[in-house]
Nanobody, 123 residues
Framework: QLVESGGGLVQPGGSLRLSCAAS????????IGWFREVPGKVREGVSC????????TYADSVKGRFTISSNNAKNTVFLQMNSLKPEDTAVYYC??????????????????WGKGTLVTVSS
């Protein structure tokens, strides 16, 4: 099970940190991704972390602003979001799949999904 938290309302230019807590399995040797959805748009891959080697990837739209990280002791993955823009408004989901490699942009193949947390960037 994956549970996201940390969403909310923030002004443009502000920051939020999302958390994704795993239970029932450890995140070691898992690939964990953050995805976001806006009604009427295709799901977008935001960032991906491979626990086996610590490699990370980011969508071009968030590079330099978002950072994915993990705390294996807490079995939690984080997404630090800085310099938020109105276009970052979405429901953010974390997802995980056992193994190594990366995340498909649309989240295809991910084994576990959280229920999402809403991020609203507005003044």
């Amino acid at each position: 099970q994956l549970v996201e938290s940390g969403g909310g309302l923030v002004q443009p230019g502000g920051s939020l940190r999302l958390s994704c807590a795993a239970s029932g399995f450890t995140l070691d040797y898992y690939v964990i991704g953050w995805f976001r959805e806006v009604p009427g748009k295709v799901r977008e891959g935001v960032s991906c972390l491979s626990s086996s080697d610590g490699s990370t990837t980011y969508a071009d739209s968030v590079k330099g602003r978002f950072t994915i990280s993990s705390n294996n002791a807490k079995n939690t993955v984080f997404l630090q979001m800085n310099s938020l823009k109105p276009e970052d408004t979405a429901v953010y989901y974390c997802a995980a799949v056992a193994g190594v490699g990366g995340c498909a942009p649309d989240g295809a193949g991910m084994e576990y999904w959280g229920k999402g947390t809403l991020v609203t960037v507005s003044s």
